[in-house]
């Protein structure tokens, strides 16, 4: 009996463990991209650990104020004093970039949110005219086949349409496989699981960038830019430590001193080019989006009005269902295409505001 007993609760256990994870169901709570990007900020780790090294950075900072109090001599040629100053210094520094780091991962997080918010919709866009096209080439098959059978169609012509059915099944498996890919990297920042499916009530709108002066862009961005700020206070701590000599701890000659300010100055100069080239850059990005989204916009309202034709000639009999479906296709198309054309200028146009949020 207990040789039976054993084996009975082990398979129960085991069982107990299993069920949990099966027995689970999607969830599809609906979003809001606030809603997307307040649900990040709380589930983010990176955040919070950004959030936490500004607390270590400030204790950081204290500790060593304090151990300047208990050496004589700081800034005056002594080596332990000038080493004790030039770690304060540096301590206070490290804390004030702790400030900005968070910001930037902040910016950083927000414009992610949105990048991933918008590009499952643009998957789910994606997979309907994946689906359409299926449906399109499966018909013009059986027409091909139908044709063939009777001696109307040669047989290249059925391999066109075969191979045609074979590229439009693939398409859509690899749509599918998108929209999967998606939700996965959008649920992870959101603290869901990945096989969730939250449906996203904020739609894309088209909002022009406003009539702004590039110069004017640029300077204000350089002023804010957390990565440009960082490199100037180096430049600025480096103009201290360069008047000490043991600052190290050790001595430093003059000249190696004004190699390091060298450095750093070069730094700072090529954190200021890089974040300029980078504005401007978006900046001629999101002039060209808007200047190809009016034709974009008319491609939709053609294919609207040569469905609307086409479902009219069927009713009477002038169109195919075949031709119905191409055409529907054809709609779901130029959709997909507006569609991605006013998330990337919506995410260019969000970054523009804060380009050092820009990732990779």
Known sequence: MRRI????ITAVLLCLMVLPAGAREPVTPELSLNDAI????NFNNAVKKAAKQVDLAELERDQREKDLGYITGGATGEPMGESAYAGLLSANLTWRMS???LTAA????TLSVCDRYWAVQLAESNLQVAQLSLRQANMDLNKARAY?????????????A?????AAKYALEKAQNDVATAYTAFNQLVGLWAEDRPVLTDGLTFTPLDDINLD???ARVLDDSPMVWQAEQRVELQKHLKDLMFYTGSYQPYEARVIEMTQVELDALSAREATEILTR????GVRSLEVSYPAAVQAVKLAEENLRVGQAKYQVGMATQTDVVALEAALAQSQQSLLELMKNHAYYVLALEKPWAVQG
Do not use: C, K, S, W
Request: net charge negative; charged share 10%.
């Open 281 to 284: 850059n978006m900046y001629y």
């Open 148 to 160: 063939h059978a009777v001696g109307m169609t040669a047989a290249d012509v059925l391999l066109a």
């Open 106 to 109: 902040q910016d950083a997080l």
């Open 5 to 8: 007993i054993l084996p009975l």
């Open 38 to 41: 307040a649900r990040a900020f």
């Open 162 to 166: 075969e191979t045609q059915q074979a």
């Open 99 to 101: 400030g900005r780091n």
């Open 216 to 218: 004017v862009l640029v």
